[in-house]
Structures are given as structure tokens and as C-alpha cells.
């Protein structure tokens, strides 16, 4: 469409699409590797890509909050210790939540004494082919070499191979790009909704050129801000279907956003064993979701509990002693009465 008064020749239709946003994952990357692959023939690649289970943490808000929670609540239970710290074991904690393998490095000072325990990244830590060994490559040409013994593995048993661990949330992993998708698809839909939201279809012969220009600036003017502004046209002679206003979309789709938004939020929630009201969903109903308090003890029952047992079991057997020891999971003000009452 030209600005011009006059057409010399008919136009050509011309339809074009707008560019998508990008997905934090695209569809076939995160399952890269199916089995554990040699690299340079000595050391075992992941199983699932590393790279691509660090991307979705960032895919679905609800796979990254319930994971950000129980790592945030296993560090908060731990006891430090000065072979220990705190910080290394929130982190300890994230990278086994999020790849199912954690790494504990033990150096040696100048005299052969064990020092402080330290993190490996478990994204870049392989292990080697005699499955004694680990190495740290951050890239596939890059290989730092742990002292033999100095490593602890701590990892998510697979039923399928014994070199590393795999996350029990796979699963859930198409509901998280759902998730994402949905949400993608419904910000294309608004920022390109300002941009073709209707076809103003004329075939009233009553207006001349000047009105038509005049519309078409009255309708360039509505768009920016105040955009939300009803326009008055005014055609004497006009017919009846003269004008007609012909929506490309509604402003309501029908594309079950929140349907799908809610599906895949508790799908991920379920692979995680996180009850929705501890991660600050809101109850879609009047009656909410029970009882908060009763949710936050079978949930430390249940999973925080058993998390610190096998996390506990596997760095205190590394070290010869007991280095790691959590507290119980327990509600400040709540569950201290109870405790006293049942003494």
C-alpha cells in the first residue's frame, strides 16, 4: 500500500510473517547423547547434554523455582563443618539437582594433609574411562586431571548405566518447553498485535481520495500511546456494507493458554515433588490448597529428608568421617511447641 492519490498499475498481494522468538532450548539438542560417548577415547561424555540441562533451568519458571527451593532448603539444614563450608554446599546441592551429579574436590597441602573440600562444576567434570579417575574440561580440548582419589561423586543412581547419574525430572522436560511455548506464543501474539490487528476493507464509492488519506492518517495517529481511541467516519451516501472492520485475531485466542500453563506448571511440580503453595503459586479456586504447614512437613518427610540422607551418606563415606550432618527440616514457631509438647 503507497501513499500516492493515484495507482499507475495494480499491486501484487504480498502477505510476509514476523520473525519468532527464540527458544531458550530448540528441540533437539537436549537429547544430544543417549549413551555415555568416549571423548578423545578416555573420558565418558553425559549421558543427556550437560549444556542442554543448564539451558532448561532457564526454560520453565517452575522447573527453576522448585529446584532454586530444595537447594536453598538442603543448604539451609546443613551443618558447617571445617572441611565444609556452607556455600559449597548450596552449590553442591544445585548441581545435583540440576544435572543429578555433584563433585567434591579434596586438595593436599605441601605436608599431604587433606584441606577443605572444594566444588567441581559438574557441567564441565568427567569421568574417566577407568572410572577411578576425573577430569575438569571446559572445553572438549581442555582437560584438567584430579589427583586420583581426590574427587567425590556424589550422583542420582540410572537405571540404565552406572558411570553418571540422570536427572528424575526428564520426564518432565516436554511440559517445561510447553510451558515456555505457550508463553512465547502469546508475547508474539501482543507484540504483534499492535502491528496488524484488523483489515479496514472499503468499497463505498461515496469517498474520494482526500477521505481515504484522511482515514488512513486518523488510523496511523492511533497507534503509540493512547492508541485506545474510537474513530468517527462520516459517509453521507455511504451503503451498508461499505466499510467493514475484519480482525485478523481476537483479542481473547482461543489457544488454551491457561490451560496449558496450568497442565505443564503441574507436571513439572509433580517430577519435582514440590507442593505448589511452597513455591508461591496462587490456588485457582476459592477453597485454596489446604493446609500450608501440613504440605511443608510431609514435603520435608518426603524429600528433603531422604535428600539429605543420601547427600550425608555419600560425602561422609568420600572423607573417612562425619563432615556432613543437616538439621531437621522445621518451621520456625510452629513446629518448635510442637516438638516441646511431644518431649
Avoid at 145 to 166: A, K, L, N
Wanted: glycine residues 6%; contains cysteine; charged residues 20%.
Amino acid at each position: 500500500m503507497t501513499d500516492s492519490a493515484t495507482v499507475a498499475a495494480p499491486q501484487a498481494m504480498e502477505a510476509f510473517t514476523f520473525g519468532d522468538p527464540e527458544a531458550v532450548l530448540d528441540r533437539r539438542e537436549l537429547f544430544d547423547y543417549f549413551e555415555c560417548n568416549l571423548i578423545h577415547n578416555e573420558w565418558y561424555e553425559m549421558p543427556v547434554s550437560a549444556d542442554g540441562l543448564s539451558r532448561m533451568l532457564r526454560a520453565g519458571v517452575h522447573h527453576a523455582s522448585a529446584i532454586q527451593f530444595k537447594a536453598q532448603v538442603l543448604a539451609s539444614t546443613f551443618k558447617p563443618h571445617p572441611m565444609l563450608s556452607r556455600s559449597t554446599m548450596l552449590k553442591v546441592c544445585k548441581d545435583y539437582l540440576v544435572f543429578a551429579n555433584a563433585y567434591l574436590e579434596q586438595p593436599r597441602n605441601v605436608l599431604g594433609s587433606g584441606m577443605q573440600l572444594t566444588h567441581s562444576l559438574a557441567k564441565y567434570t568427567r569421568r574417566h574411562r577407568d572410572l577411578q579417575r576425573f577430569g575438569f574440561m571446559p572445553k572438549w580440548n581442555e582437560v584438567h586431571t584430579f589427583r586420583r582419589g581426590s574427587i567425590c561423586h556424589i550422583m542420582d543412581p540410572d537405571v540404565d548405566q552406572e558411570v553418571y547419574g540422570v536427572p528424575q525430572y526428564l520426564a518432565s522436560l516436554q511440559s517445561s518447553l510447553l510451558n515456555e511455548s505457550a508463553t512465547l506464543f502469546r508475547r508474539r501474539y501482543y507484540t504483534n498485535g499492535s502491528h496488524a490487528g484488523f483489515i479496514l476493507y472499503m468499497t463505498d464509492p461515496s469517498p474520494n481520495q482526500a477521505d481515504v488519506d484522511s482515514l488512513r492518517a486518523a488510523l496511523k495517529s492511533s497507534k503509540g500511546i493512547g492508541n485506545f481511541r474510537n474513530l468517527f467516519f462520516h459517509s453521507p451516501k455511504g451503503e451498508k456494507d461499505g466499510i467493514k472492520l475484519i480482525p485478523i485475531g481476537e483479542a481473547t485466542a482461543k489457544d488454551e493458554f491457561l490451560n496449558i500453563k496450568n497442565v505443564s506448571r503441574d507436571d513439572q511440580l509433580a517430577a519435582h515433588r514440590v507442593p505448589p503453595e511452597l513455591i508461591g503459586v496462587v490456588p485457582g479456586n476459592a477453597a485454596g490448597f489446604g493446609n500450608v504447614v501440613n504440605a511443608a512437613r510431609v514435603f520435608a518427610r518426603n524429600e528433603i529428608q531422604p535428600l539429605q540422607t543420601h547427600l550425608a551418606a555419600a560425602i561422609n563415606d568420600f572423607a573417612g568421617e562425619e563432615i556432613c550432618r543437616f538439621d531437621t527440616y522445621r518451621l520456625p514457631g510452629v513446629d518448635e511447641p510442637l516438638a516441646q509438647e511431644l518431649k
